[in-house]
């Protein structure tokens, strides 16, 4: 897991924080080599253990605070507040506080141990790129959130997401229209909200979770259907008439994790597009489903695992359910998804890039995610072709076997443990990256 480095600060005093209002820190976040003001995370952490909360401190700045507990493990927390570019403000007692301002993906996060007494604290943060993807050609995003338009206007740019799906409706009751299931969704515009250029959502997308039919509970699993217009009027099941309606009017369909007991048939019935490689529990703070809804085959097992573990072997687990569909015949595209509005993770944790060499529109963004030109992290990057194309790519011979030539480059901020190629599910050759000076490592074989 991501662990961010340590700094100790200077505390300087001026003019900066006397013209805000009163407050015992204040502080600003811009990019180190430009200068210029950044939209990111922050923490503030008191030595006594509570967390605490820093507010915009300049007219037309925003700040969203975010507050999530996960009630089976009581250390998986998540308490942050993302900040617009301008200046930020906090109320604190006197003593000693650990402040740390992370921004999605491509910059090291920073952490410095500050001292409140008598006079205010300045702090004036800058964050490294370590990795500039937009420079490359890819454009990130997630297809699972739950936050209003408002707050996604401040965190899609505070977390440098390029694209975002909030799940506007919500249903968890078997054969219960979406349209029924408003809640939060009358709030959201029907066409695509423009943050910046680089930077949308798209405001109208479907959860159905079904925990119960009738009046009994009765677990169906997830799927969910994106880039829609109108409310959906049907329920589910049956399954497979909602996805194949959703399809023809060039929606997605993306199933959640496959660990519910229904969720193998869910890749039949429906057809989905997407698969949420890296789901809502992968987490920045400690893990905490231990156990799974339904245990992996036994042919899955070993390496993929059986009935729980940690974080390493749910990761496993819900590769080789990945792997299955594709061994399967079922061409289902990686995507990421946190549920960051429910669960204690930021938005954009788990992450799908997306490769549009020739520049960004919401448009190309979505072909591109469909065609499968796109890789999911929760950290590193993977820059890899076959046969010198791009992810997504179909290979066809009319007799004999298909020579692939695979090259690429995988680059972390954090030391990588090891580098698979994966082969009809198995992993056919493992490269072991140096540790700990270059945590780069080039890949260049034949399969």
Request: a neutral charge; proline letters at 8%; aromatic letters at 10%.
């Amino acid at each position: 897991m991501f662990q961010p480095s340590v700094l100790t600060t200077v505390l300087s005093l001026g003019a900066f924080a006397a013209t805000l209002s009163a407050a015992d820190l204040c502080g600003s976040v811009v990019d180190e080599k430009s200068g210029q003001p950044l939209a990111a995370r922050v923490y503030i952490l008191g030595q006594d253990g509570a967390w605490h909360f820093v507010r915009s401190a300049a007219p037309g700045g925003s700040a969203v605070r975010y507050e999530k507990r996960n009630g089976i493990n009581r250390n998986a927390v998540e308490m942050h507040t993302t900040v617009s570019n301008q200046p930020f403000a906090a109320d604190l007692p006197p003593g000693r506080y650990v402040v740390t301002v992370e921004r999605g993906k491509e910059y090291f996060a920073v952490t410095r141990e500050v001292t409140v007494a008598a006079e205010p604290v300045e702090l004036r943060i800058p964050l490294r790129r370590w990795i500039d993807m937009t420079e490359r050609g890819w454009y990130s995003g997630e297809t699972h959130i739950h936050r209003t338009p408002d707050e996604l206007r401040n965190v899609v740019l505070a977390e440098d997401l390029n694209v975002a799906f909030p799940l506007s409706f919500w249903v968890t009751r078997a054969f219960t229209s979406p349209a029924a299931e408003v809640r939060g969704a009358a709030d959201f515009p029907r066409d695509l909200m423009s943050v910046d250029a680089t930077h949308v959502i798209w405001p109208r997308n479907t959860e159905y979770e079904i925990f119960t039919v009738g009046a009994k509970q009765h677990t169906l699993g997830a799927m969910f259907v994106l880039n829609h217009h109108e409310p959906l009027a049907a329920g589910v099941p049956p399954w497979g008439k909602v996805a194949h309606a959703s399809l023809a009017r060039e929606a997605m369909i993306d199933v959640d994790k496959l660990d519910w007991p229904f969720a193998m048939l869910l890749p039949q019935a429906a057809s989905p597009e997407l698969y949420e490689l890296a789901n809502n529990h992968v987490w920045r703070t400690e893990f905490a489903f231990r156990t799974w809804n339904c245990p992996a085959t036994p042919y899955l097992q070993p390496p993929y695992g059986g009935r729980g573990g940690g974080e390493r072997e749910w990761v496993h687990y819900t590769l080789g359910m990945y792997y299955t569909l594709l061994n399967c015949g079922l061409a289902v595209v990686p995507t990421a998804g946190t549920a960051n509005g429910v669960h204690p993770v930021p938005a954009g944790f788990s992450r799908v890039y997306v490769h549009l060499p020739g520049g960004f529109t919401y448009e190309k963004w979505v072909a591109g995610l469909k065609a499968g030109r796109s890789f999911v992290t929760t950290g590193p990057m993977l820059f890899a072709t076959v046969n010198g194309q791009d992810p997504g790519e179909t290979f066809r011979a009319d007799c004999g076997p298909v020579r692939l030539r695979i090259a690429g480059t995988v680059r972390s901020e954090q030391p990588l443990a090891f580098i698979e190629v994966i082969r009809d599910g198995r992993p056919a050759l493992t490269f072991m990256p140096p540790q700990p000076a270059d945590h780069r490592r080039s890949i260049r074989d034949r399969l």
